[in-house]
């Protein structure tokens, strides 16, 4: 039995304290496929950029915005959400988010043009942020410490298989193209599913708030908002419209605006001390090296899926079905480096795996290149090189999310975790907005030769070269920073 912390009367931990075994797995289930849901959708999409371009007009900025929009909205949003779950209860904003999700993907489907999509998408990823956080929070509610390991041992599967799985439904639902509806079943699909998660969560679900509800920093909030506007708004519109002078100007605010934000988190954590993120977190090594490798690693896998599927879809001409079969091996390798490869090498190598994972990446994104060069699909190389880059990439996640917060005081817990994921969602946006726009610089078009899109993706390649170098020595340097702690 869950015992109740003390002092926790009439609180959500309170509530799950009374729960059985048998109540708390029903209720893992309703959590855990809302968490399936929103990581279904971060990767089903990828299959269907192409089908959505050409049905409903969508230029190459629209495209980016389909996905960099979501992941933006929810960076940006999810600490805010995990402070309104505190302040408000983790079911009632975890029913308010799922169904605030279902009808944003249902809007995402029928979407009749390119501008209603993309807007569908930001509100979609911010509906997310609302939702996800309570997943997590739940689970800390309704398990005690000695049980959570085992908790997020299932979700790390379930996010692996999730993310297996995502591409090859994609291409299945667009294939099977039912009721003629094509790429907008890849979001209709979330509304039965929707649906049952939020009968079974408003059943099962323990009510209450959390223990120490801390009031939102609405301000710290908006501002983090202006930042990232300004920042990915002209990434992703500038070569579209040729960089004129307000894009460049916005880009450039981006450096006070972030210098204004931590002035006045510094200011509203010693006056209330309920900033949205305490910037005391970034004076610690391990974090701030930790945000420095997540920077710079993270933008390389969403980066990559944005071109490739232009090179395989576009170029080459594969069909969103096998589009999807040749995506799978990523999330494969990504599940073998994070269940089965990776604690066995951190037993040997500590932290230093993420080298090992950042090396097999490079070497993929050199074979990725060389299976489609000349417009000519090597296709077992091109397995071989999703496969590594999965497995590269899950070789890092794990690793570098234990050695991010491994100093954080417990007092900062939640903000920490949340920062880490926004930095995550972050820098996946980047990472589309920066490969877009080198890749479209070489202007490759529909018409264009499979042999264009592959020479385009070779201009790719320096940039990726950049980010794992920077990754690299982060990452040594974080082994450093580890080591001398241990003595």
């Known amino acids: 039995m869950h015992h109740a912390v003390s002092g926790t009367e009439g609180s959500a931990y309170a509530a799950a304290a009374a729960f059985s075994p048998r109540r708390r797995q029903l209720a893992l289930v309703a959590v855990a496929l809302a968490f399936v849901m929103d990581l279904l959708d971060t990767t089903i999409v990828n299959v269907a950029i ?6 409903i007009g969508a230029d190459r900025a629209a495209l980016e915005w389909i996905i960099a929009g979501y992941a933006t909205a929810f960076a940006v949003l999810l600490i805010v959400g995990g402070r309104l779950g505190d302040s408000y209860g983790y079911r009632r904003m975890f029913l308010l988010g799922i169904t605030l999700f279902t009808l944003t993907s249902m809007a995402c489907g029928l979407a009749p043009d390119a501008l209603s999509l993309q807007i569908a998408r930001v509100l979609q990823g911010a509906t997310a942020a609302m939702m996800v956080p309570q997943v997590m929070a739940l689970v800390q509610v309704m398990y005690p410490p000695e049980q959570r390991y085992k908790v997020y041992t299932v979700f790390g599967f379930l996010g692996g298989f999730s993310a297996a799985l995502g591409p090859i439904i994609g291409g299945l639902l ?8 094509g790429w907008r079943l890849t979001f209709l699909i979330n ?6 998660s939020l009968v079974a969560g408003w059943r099962l679900l323990p009510p209450g708030r959390g223990v120490n509800a801390v009031p939102v920093d609405v301000i710290g909030a908006a501002l983090s908002v202006l930042v990232l506007f300004a920042l990915l708004g002209p990434l992703i519109e500038g ?4 960089w004129p002078v307000g894009l460049i100007m916005l880009l450039i605010a981006t450096v006070p605006l972030a210098w204004g934000a931590l002035r006045y988190l510094r200011w509203r954590q010693a006056a209330r001390g309920d900033a949205l993120v305490p910037p005391s977190l970034f004076k610690l090594r391990k974090v701030a090296l930790g945000l420095i490798c997540t920077l710079s690693i993270n933008p390389i896998l969403p980066g990559y899926l944005l071109v490739m599927t232009f090179v395989l879809q576009q170029g080459i001409g594969l069909s969103a079905l096998q589009m999807a079969y040749a995506c799978a091996p990523i999330a494969l390798g990504a599940m073998g480096g994070i269940t089965l490869i990776g604690p066995r090498l951190f037993k040997l190598l500590g932290v230093r795996v993420m080298m090992v994972g950042l090396a097999i990446t490079s070497t993929s994104l050199c074979l990725a290149a060389w299976s489609v060069y000349g417009g000519a699909l090597q296709y077992w190389p091109l397995l071989v090189a999703q496969f590594g880059m999965g497995l590269g990439m899950g070789l890092c996640g794990p690793q570098l999310s234990n050695a991010t917060l491994q100093d954080v005081p417990m007092s900062d817990a939640g903000v920490a975790a949340g920062l880490l994921t926004a930095v995550q969602q972050v820098a996946a946006a980047l990472g589309v907005a920066l490969a877009g726009l080198v890749f479209f610089h070489r202007q490759p078009t529909a018409l264009a030769a499979a042999a264009h899109y592959a020479q385009a993706y070779l201009h790719v390649l320096p940039l990726f070269a950049g980010l794992v170098m920077i990754a690299m020595a982060g990452a040594h340097r974080l082994a450093r920073v580890m080591g001398a702690s241990r003595h």
């Open 50 to 55: 192409p089908s959505i371009g050409s049905t």
């Open 191 to 196: 509304l039965p599913i929707g649906l049952f």
């Open 174 to 181: 667009i294939d099977a193209n039912w009721f003629n509806l």
């Open 239 to 242: 070569p579209e419209h040729g």
